[in-house]
Nanobody, 126 residues
Framework: QEQLVESGGESVQAGGSLRLSCAGF????????MGWFRQAPGKERDGVAV????????LYGDSVKGRFTISRDNAKNALYLQMNNLKPEDAAMYYC???????????????????WGQGTQVTVSS
C-alpha cells in the first residue's frame, strides 16, 4: 500500500517558484494516473495537474496551464510539480494522489484517486 509523502511547500512571494515532490510510490507504474490536487480553506479540493502513465498524457487545470509542470522520476519513483510565476490564488494545501487502477487518460475527479498524501502547504504573498 502506497504511503505518499509530499514535500517542498513553503511561503513565497508572488512571481516566485516552488517545486513540490511526492515520494512513496513502491514501484514504477506504467498504466496508472498520479497527480496533484489543492485545497484552499473553505473550498473544495481541485485538480491541479495529473498524468497518465498508460498514455503518457497530462492534464492541467485551466488556472495553472503554462505555469505548472508535472513530471515524474522513474528511477526515484517520485512525482514532482514545478510551479512558476506563483500567484496569491495558488496558495493552498497541495496533495499528491495516485489512481493505481488502470487509468488510460488523466482525470481530475478526486473520486478516481485511491491513495493520497497528507499535503504540503504553499503560501503566496502579494
Amino acid at each position: 500500500q502506497e504511503q505518499l509523502v509530499e514535500s517542498g511547500g513553503e511561503s513565497v512571494q508572488a512571481g516566485g517558484s516552488l517545486r513540490l515532490s511526492c515520494a512513496g510510490f513502491r514501484r514504477t507504474y506504467v498504466s496508472n494516473c498520479m497527480g496533484w490536487f489543492r485545497q484552499a480553506p473553505g473550498k473544495e479540493r481541485d485538480g491541479v495537474a495529473v498524468l497518465s502513465t498508460a498514455s503518457s498524457t497530462t492534464l492541467y487545470g485551466d488556472s495553472v496551464k503554462g505555469r505548472f509542470t508535472i513530471s515524474r522520476d522513474n528511477a526515484k519513483n517520485a512525482l514532482y510539480l514545478q510551479m512558476n510565476n506563483l500567484k496569491p490564488e495558488d496558495a493552498a494545501m497541495y496533495y499528491c494522489a495516485a489512481n493505481l487502477r488502470y487509468c488510460p487518460r488523466p482525470t481530475m475527479s478526486t473520486a478516481d484517486f485511491n491513495y493520497w498524501g497528507q499535503g504540503t502547504q504553499v503560501t503566496v504573498s502579494s
